[in-house]
């Protein structure tokens, strides 16, 4: 049972560059999370999808799109890249309701990306 | 709206020490109350969770927090650290209505000496 998978791991990307950042659940849960991870600012939210069909922006969403490709899989994607989104990604996912205490969130392990 | 503050950037014990990492909240309804843990290159991992009944709440790891309405807190606190423990610990609230999204605080390295 893998959880939550994120690919690539680290990715290096040049100013204006685009690229997808892949995540993948094997729980069956309905609801997937896109967070960004800077020091000192903890866990902000990008976009979030609460079931299959369905997605919304989060705390932070310029300069990113997403796709909720199937119930499995929601990917993150930057059109151009700029500097200020040098961070570490993860994708979560959780059952019903959204985070609920009942089903709380489950993490991949990350996503580091620089842009130069 | 939800919002979570967490004193202290860094907190450092020694082996055998009383832990305690401090999270204060803001909510406008009732919260949910989480703490994370992240262990170095990893994903965060549920520690434990309030959301009704019992205010004293015992989770993985010997851990426990205590949620305090009149105080709004909900400091993680664990009688004897081990070096194991050594991680970054987030505290988080959600809504308790409605679709519910995490909004985390800003993180507390726990560092522990032998």
């Known amino acids: 049972n893998a959880g939550v998978t994120q690919t690539p791991k680290f990715q290096v990307l040049k100013t204006g560059q685009s690229m997808t950042l892949q995540c993948a659940q094997d729980?069956?849960?309905?609801?997937m999370y896109w967070y960004r991870q800077d020091p000192g600012m903890g866990l902000r939210l990008i976009y979030y999808?609460?079931?299959?069909?369905?997605?919304d922006k989060g705390e932070v969403p310029n300069g990113y799109n997403v796709s909720r490709l199937n119930k499995r899989e929601f990917s993150l994607r930057l059109e151009s890249a700029a500097p200020s989104q040098t961070s570490v990604y993860f994708c979560?996912?959780?059952?019903?309701?959204?985070?609920?205490?009942?089903?709380?969130?489950?993490f991949g392990n990350g996503t580091r990306l620089t842009v130069t | 709206a939800q919002s979570v503050t967490q004193l202290g950037s860094h907190v450092s014990v020694s082996e055998g020490a009383l832990v305690l990492l401090r999270c204060n909240y803001s909510s406008s309804v009732p919260p949910y109350l989480f703490w994370y843990v992240q262990y170095p290159n990893q994903g965060l991992q549920l520690l434990l969770k309030y959301t009704t009944g019992a205010t004293l709440v015992k989770g993985i790891n010997g851990f426990e927090a205590e949620f305090k309405k009149s105080e709004t807190s909900f400091h993680l606190t664990k009688p004897s650290a081990h070096m194991s423990d050594a991680a970054e610990y987030f505290c988080a609230v959600s809504r308790n209505t409605g679709f519910q999204k995490l909004v985390f605080g800003t993180g507390t390295r726990l560092l522990v000496s032998p």
């Open positions: 979560a996912s959780s059952g019903p309701g959204g985070s609920t205490g009942n089903s709380p969130l489950h």
């Open positions: 729980m069956n849960h309905n609801s």
């Open positions: 999808s609460a079931s299959e069909g369905t997605t």
